[in-house]
């Protein structure tokens, strides 16, 4: 099933054009429109509105000098100019890949479109998110995760309305989140409503072999790294996919804690160090000390809580306030696990803030590693609790 809805009929195209302008007054007067706009658009037009923006003054679009890591989106460029170009031969579309923070890294069409699009700084170096430019294909795609095409007025700015832009993003399957956006636009009464379901198979044409080069990379990994042979071991590559494993049930990815100093629980292995090799990450359990697997200590103070990896040369010590050390006391004097909704009523006073625990959650987890396990949520059992409340 498609993630995407088409924006418009092409028999009714130009009286459909009529009808979104009038939703579009009606919406940003705070009168009640003729009709409702898609979901996704009305998603997105609320998200701006919260943002205090105004349809009418329009800011420039800012640019932006690329980083090396946000014009990755350009090493799909041969593909799509394989899937796509073709199309270009027509002089009122436009193809335009931009990276992952919405900026413009790339773009081909014809002079007249080219001309058109200079008009809006639609053009390498210009900033499209949601909070530059209002609701877009690009940056209303990055916002969702998912294809998305925006018809004439459905665009938030007015200065947009005379275009028609549908766009996908660029899974990167070593993250799991958008490399960037493929794009194609059209002037408004020119547009095509399968556009979106045309950027869409090829961005997922791009994950598939991304997926696949991945796949590729980490069997190099394993073939030029020398490791232990024997005993409990796992060689993961720089994203924690694992690419070879000894005397451990692994998992397809574990979770790396940023900046990888100290000891840091792992699934399988217990509290494990980490030995920098080419491309990734040799992982072994940590030293033992009088026949004493290393533990990870948790102190527990009135509102700090404190975790150190003990007996290392350079011990690490990550320091956890608000939330995140009321998660993890909670957790820490339920040794059984609670649910997310009891942690929720406990950390935030309200059951339905599940969201926002898990979100937590997940940032304790990407700092330290699995130091929070699920089902139920508990701490691991590599850790040991120094309670001094």
């Known amino acids: 099933m ?146 998305v095409h925006v018809h004439a007025a459905e665009h938030f700015y007015l200065s947009h309305h005379g275009w028609s832009c549908a766009a996908a993003p660029v899974i990167d399957p070593r993250m799991m989140r958008p490399l960037g956006v493929i794009d194609l636009s059209s002037p408004a009464d020119q547009a095509n409503p399968m556009a979106v379901a045309l950027v ?36 993961v590559d720089d994203w924690g996919w694992v690419a070879a494993a000894e005397g451990v049930a692994s998992s397809a990815r574990i979770r790396l804690p940023s900046g990888l100093s100290g000891s840091f629980p792992v699934d399988g292995l217990g509290v494990a160090g980490a030995e920098r090799v080419a491309g990734g990450w040799l992982l072994r359990p940590a030293a033992r000390s009088e026949g004493v697997q290393a533990q990870l200590e948790l102190t527990i103070g009135a509102h700090r809580c404190w975790l150190a990896a003990p007996g290392a040369k350079a011990t690490s010590i990550h320091e956890l306030t608000g939330r995140r050390a009321s998660i993890v006391a909670w957790l820490a004097d339920h040794p059984a696990g609670v649910s997310a909704r009891e942690l929720a009523e406990a950390v935030y006073g309200r059951p339905d803030a599940v969201a926002a625990v898990r979100a937590e959650i997940c940032r304790v987890n990407s700092a330290l590693g699995t130091v929070v396990q699920s089902r139920p949520y508990r701490l691991s059992e590599s850790i040991r609790v120094i309670d001094e409340r």
């Not at 998200?47 to 932006?64: E, I, M, S, W, Y």
């Not at 044409?205 to 990379?217: A, F, N, P, S, Y």
């Open 2 to 147: 498609n993630s995407y809805d088409i924006a418009f009929v092409p028999s009714d195209e130009r009286s459909h054009r009529e009808v979104l302008e009038k939703i579009h007054a009606a919406w940003f007067r705070g009168e009640r429109p003729p009709a409702q706009p898609r979901p996704v658009i009305r998603d997105s037009w609320l998200r701006l509105k919260r943002c205090g923006l105004n349809p009418v003054n329009q800011p420039a679009a800012v640019a932006d000098r690329a980083r090396g890591d946000d014009a990755a989106i350009l090493a799909v460029l041969p593909i799509v100019r394989g899937m796509i170009g073709p199309l270009l031969d027509d002089d009122h579309i436009l193809l335009v890949l931009a990276d992952a923070n919405g900026t413009v890294r790339w773009r081909a069409g014809g002079r007249a479109i080219l001309r058109r699009a200079d008009q809006l700084a639609f053009r390498p170096g210009g900033h499209w998110s949601e909070k530059a430019v209002g609701t877009n294909a690009i940056g209303t795609a990055l916002s969702t995760g998912t294809p």
């Open 200 to 235: 869409a198979s090829v961005a997922r044409q791009i994950g598939v072999e991304l997926k696949e080069e991945h796949r590729r990379d980490l069997g190099r990994l394993a073939a030029a790294t020398r490791t232990p042979g024997a005993g409990r071991w796992m060689l």
